[in-house]
């Protein structure tokens, strides 16, 4: 009897284990090299639990700095690059690791500072002419150093003011990090950084800190989306990958990441190719 309930009871667990082994085959997932503002400011927090109750697809996300987002894609260790650096992305498509690029959305970088404001930027919108103010001072200021989009654009606003900079600078810290390590820098430093919005307003260590210069146009933050090319890499998974890109600039993506805010602030704003 004591034979015939163990062999019931391992034959149940077999069966269990068996299905337990099967669900866990079919569940869809996708690998998404994204960088660090979608995933510190709470974006996919937000929506990808939306995304995954519409298609069942699970979204597994590698945050990173966009040129090495990038540079997983040119591995082919994502389906799906999501980042915001569009020269650097145009050029992921002229080499062939994608064959289209979707705008998804947009918000703005701001330049940070402490509330003394030694440089004197205050107030201003040249996010050129602020900078030649931070480098005539010398006031300390943080860059992430890490070859995000971030960083990549922090580094065209210092050509565009005719400074070169380097971390043999005194005064110009790199920190090689993430958007929030390099505001937590700056914080402690009482320094001058460049921000995403988004991470911005989802920062809590603030310290000192406020926002001294926006409203540049140049300072538009363009985000971008783009499937990894299966043909070069045929493990990509093309059809859920795909699904996620045509959610997120599906009119139904498109008003999820509208309506995220932070204290009542919009973070990222819609603006998918029709």
Same mark, same amino acid.
């Given at each position: 009897?004591?034979?015939?309930?163990?062999?019931?009871?391992?034959?149940?667990?077999?069966?269990?284990?068996?299905?337990?082994?099967?669900?866990?085959?079919?569940?869809?997932?996708?690998?998404?090299?994204?960088?660090?503002?979608?995933?510190?400011?709470?974006?996919?927090?937000?929506?990808?639990? &939306?995304?995954?109750?519409?298609?069942?697809?699970?979204? *597994?996300?590698?945050?990173? @700095?966009? =040129?090495? #987002? /990038?540079?997983?894609?040119?591995?082919?260790?994502?389906?799906?690059v999501f980042v915001h650096d569009k020269p650097?992305?145009?050029?992921?498509?002229?080499?062939?690791?994608?064959?289209?690029?979707?705008?998804?959305?947009?918000?703005?970088?701001?330049?940070?500072?402490?509330?003394?404001d030694p440089a004197k930027i205050g107030g201003?919108?040249?996010?050129?002419?602020?900078?030649?103010?931070?480098?005539?001072?010398?006031?300390?200021?943080?860059?992430?150093?890490?070859?995000?989009?971030?960083?990549?654009?922090?580094?065209?606003?210092?050509?565009?003011?005719? &400074?070169?900079?380097?971390?043999?600078?005194?005064?110009? *810290?790199?920190?090689?990090? @993430?958007? =929030?390590? #390099? /505001?937590?820098?700056?914080?402690?430093?009482?320094?001058?950084?460049?921000?995403?919005?988004?991470?911005?307003?989802?920062?809590?260590?603030?310290?000192?800190?406020?926002?001294?210069?926006?409203?540049?146009?140049?300072?538009?933050?363009?985000?971008?989306?783009?499937?990894?090319?299966?043909a070069k890499f045929p493990h990509v998974k093309?059809?859920?990958?795909?699904?996620?890109?045509?959610?997120?600039?599906?009119?139904?993506?498109?008003?999820?990441?509208?309506?995220?805010?932070?204290?009542?602030?919009?973070?990222?704003?819609?603006?998918?190719?029709?």
């Amino acid at each position: 009897m004591k034979k015939l309930i163990s062999n019931l009871f391992i034959g149940a667990l077999v069966v269990i284990l068996m299905n337990s082994s099967q669900a866990f085959a079919q569940e869809k997932s996708i690998v998404v090299s994204s960088t660090t503002s979608t995933e510190q400011s709470g974006l996919f927090e937000f929506m990808l639990p &939306i995304f995954k109750m519409k298609t069942g697809i699970n979204v *597994k996300v590698v945050a990173v @700095g966009t =040129g090495q #987002a /990038l540079d997983i894609g040119r591995r082919g260790d994502a389906d799906v690059v999501f980042v915001h650096d569009k020269p650097a992305e145009e050029k992921f498509v002229e080499e062939g690791f994608a064959t289209k690029r979707n705008e998804v959305m947009y918000n703005d970088f701001v330049l940070i500072g402490p509330k003394s404001d030694p440089a004197k930027i205050g107030g201003g919108k040249d996010i050129q002419a602020a900078l030649q103010k931070i480098s005539v001072a010398q006031t300390p200021f943080v860059s992430r150093g890490d070859k995000s989009g971030t960083h990549a654009a922090e580094l065209r606003y210092w050509k565009g003011a005719g &400074i070169t900079v380097s971390p043999s600078q005194t005064w110009y *810290k790199e920190t090689g990090s @993430g958007m =929030g390590p #390099a /505001l937590n820098t700056a914080s402690a430093m009482n320094g001058y950084i460049l921000a995403d919005r988004a991470t911005w307003l989802s920062f809590k260590n603030r310290g000192d800190l406020a926002i001294l210069v926006q409203g540049d146009p140049k300072l538009f933050n363009q985000y971008g989306v783009m499937l990894v090319n299966p043909a070069k890499f045929p493990h990509v998974k093309k059809a859920e990958g795909q699904a996620f890109i045509d959610w997120l600039v599906s009119k139904n993506g498109q008003d999820v990441i509208a309506s995220y805010q932070i204290g009542g602030e919009q973070l990222f704003f819609p603006n998918a190719k029709k």
